[in-house]
């Protein structure tokens, strides 16, 4: 009797220590095997790009956590179709986040250009900007590709700071992302544009609609990243009230558009040199500075820094998160996810090295739960199908899913994988027979399954 006790606390001990790993430690996932992919412009089968998606190691100390990281994610990348001539590659990356981040009651550190977090599978994190500004003393673009350089140059502080989510739409692949010499990244919402509500690209149309995740609705967003200040990232939707109550909603910026046409004052009433009057090539919305806060008093509006004090599910005691913003129709919304200022204190977060004793985090030991195959946003497309069959988990996916195509009566047809930070797989159909057929989606221990018709022309 006293073995069985001894053994029923030893596991109850694990179990706990595991339930309280800091999610900054265990959120981040994790692949040493398999390799990425990419698209180049006019060629619809994805290319190995030989190097490994997601991060290949955690390591943690009292302080801090360490993430080894190639900056490749598990969906494909490109094509780039605005002439950007890199492509996504290894960007050897030791990311140093602090464990404990803390609000920071100093002069506030703005968000720069270049990575400013990073998301759960290693890819880059930028803000709002491109490079690109206005210069006044010749009314002219300048910084950025195809630019001459800005007054001052690159580190300048410009009055007109171009927003790169509308100007350099174009160049995004389907995942909302492009490389800057070759460090891709995102600077908004990582789920793809076809998924939106309303679809602002056709960059889908011809490649795979996929992404670090699907935004659904119905349930709080997944923790998608952390910050350079070590504070957590969330998507799109969220507790409606700050305690964890009021169900789940939208959780929007409480930045808007000024009621301006001329360009020649900030919001804050300082007067800057003029940029460009408002028109159809620089509408409003083309600069950073094209934006005003307002605070709101909803719950579900975010602060100056795109975030809230929260109850979320991996932190129910409570912690300052940022959210990554949409509208109603799921398109991205200033600031997109953290800034024009961190919460928290910043700075880079790139080391060369680890430099002090860590423990090295392989992961959690628990599978995905039976509740989750239960409630699981699956999407079967088109149904009933010809050609081809797609299959695409509306959430995040963080530990690899096999799909199977089977008959009616059992039949294995085929097998697919749905990797850890992607969302979809294909089955080529243009073989079968006419009829109902059943997907099946399983990890270790559970599944769930859908039925399908075939239908031939």
Not at 155 to 180: L, Y
Not at 322 to 333: G, K, L, R
Request: a negative charge.
């Amino acid at each position: 009797m006293k073995k069985i006790i001894y053994l029923f606390t030893l596991c109850a001990l694990v179990l706990s220590a595991e339930a309280q790993v800091n999610p900054a430690i265990s959120s981040w996932l994790q692949n040493t095997t398999e390799t990425g992919t990419y698209y180049v412009s006019g060629n619809t089968t994805a290319i190995d790009n030989g190097i490994l998606y997601n991060c290949q190691k955690v390591e943690y100390s009292a302080e801090f956590v360490y993430v080894t990281a190639t900056g490749i994610p598990a969906y494909p990348t490109g094509p780039f179709n605005d002439g950007n001539p890199s492509q996504a590659t290894n960007q050897n990356g030791i990311y140093k986040i602090p464990l404990n981040p803390i609000k920071n009651e100093g002069t506030l550190d703005a968000t720069t250009g270049g990575n400013i977090g990073l998301f759960i599978n290693g890819v880059a994190l930028f803000d709002y900007r491109d490079g690109v500004a206005w210069n006044p003393n010749t009314n002219a673009p300048c910084g950025g590709p195809g630019n001459p350089p800005c007054p001052g140059g690159p580190k300048a502080v410009n009055d007109w700071n171009r927003d790169a989510i509308p100007a350099e739409r174009a160049g995004f692949d389907c995942s909302k992302a492009h490389p800057a010499m070759g460090n891709y990244h995102h600077h908004q919402n990582p789920s793809a544009f076809k998924l939106d509500k309303d679809v602002v690209s056709d960059i889908c149309n011809l490649y795979d609609a996929d992404g670090l995740y699907a935004i659904d609705e119905n349930k709080h967003s997944p923790l998608i990243g952390f910050a350079y200040d070590g504070f957590p990232i969330y998507g799109a939707y969220g507790y409606k009230n700050a305690d964890g109550t009021g169900g789940i909603t939208r959780i929007k910026s409480g930045y808007s558009l000024r009621d301006i046409t001329k360009r020649t004052t900030h919001a804050d009433g300082s007067t800057v040199s003029n940029g460009p009057d408002v028109n159809a090539t620089y509408f409003l919305g083309y600069f950073r500075e094209d934006y005003e806060f307002l605070t709101q008093p909803d719950e579900d509006y975010l602060d100056e820094h795109n975030g809230r004090f929260c109850i979320t599910p991996e932190y129910p005691e409570g912690t300052y998160a940022y959210f990554a913003t949409v509208d109603e129709n799921w398109n991205s919304t200033y600031p997109y996810v953290v800034g024009p200022t961190f919460y928290g204190e910043a700075t880079n977060r790139k080391v060369t090295s680890v430099t002090e004793q860590t423990t090295v985090y392989s992961g959690p030991t628990s599978s995905v739960s039976e509740e989750y195959f239960n409630n699981v946003n699956l999407s079967i497309f088109p149904n009933p199908s010809s050609d081809l069959l797609a299959i695409q988990v509306n959430e995040l996916v963080d530990k690899n899913m096999k799909v199977e195509l089977l008959d009616i009566a059992g039949k294995l047809i085929g097998t697919k994988v749905i990797n850890s930070g992607s969302t979809i797989s294909y089955f080529d159909t243009q073989t079968l027979y006419e009829g109902v057929y059943l997907v099946k989606l399983s990890t270790d221990k559970y599944s769930t399954t859908r039925k399908v018709m075939i239908i031939k022309d």
